[in-house]
């Protein structure tokens, strides 16, 4: 069982940024990667940002450069900061944890946090 808390979201003009933080708990020592996801009004939603327990990272092209993701605090938290923000990244985002149980084959499970509202105003 995980439980993601997110924050740090809110209202940013263009070319700001912002700062968002999502702290897991449960039984967090399951856990192999954690990241964000967004979407948007109408739209699917689409991953942002992921780092996996080995550091590796990975980003959408749309963010590339301007967003970082990064783990700390035991591996219990990921954060996004996010520079040079753009209108069209405006966004509910998700916080993402997944658990790897291994019972006869690997199993991966996705855990979710409620979501935070990112709006860039123009």
């Known amino acids: 069982q995980v439980q993601l808390v997110e924050s740090g979201g809110g209202l940013v003009q263009a070319g700001g940024s912002l700062r968002l933080s999502c702290v897991a708990s449960?039984?967090?020592?399951?856990?192999?990667?954690m990241g964000w996801y967004r979407q948007a009004p109408g739209q699917q939603r689409e991953l942002v940002a992921t780092?996996?327990?080995?550091?590796?990272?990975n980003y959408a092209d749309s963010v590339k450069g301007r967003f970082t993701v990064s783990r700390d605090n035991n591996e219990n938290t990921v954060s996004l900061q996010m520079n040079n923000l753009r209108p069209e990244d405006t966004a509910v985002y998700f916080c993402?944890?997944?658990?790897?149980?291994?019972?006869?084959?690997?199993?991966?499970?996705?855990?979710w946090g409620q979501g935070t509202q990112v709006t860039v105003s123009s």
């Open positions: 449960g039984d967090t020592f399951r856990i192999t990667a």
């Open positions: 780092v996996i327990k080995d550091g590796s990272t």
């Open positions: 993402n944890a997944r658990t790897t149980l291994y019972v006869a084959a690997r199993r991966d499970y996705d855990h």
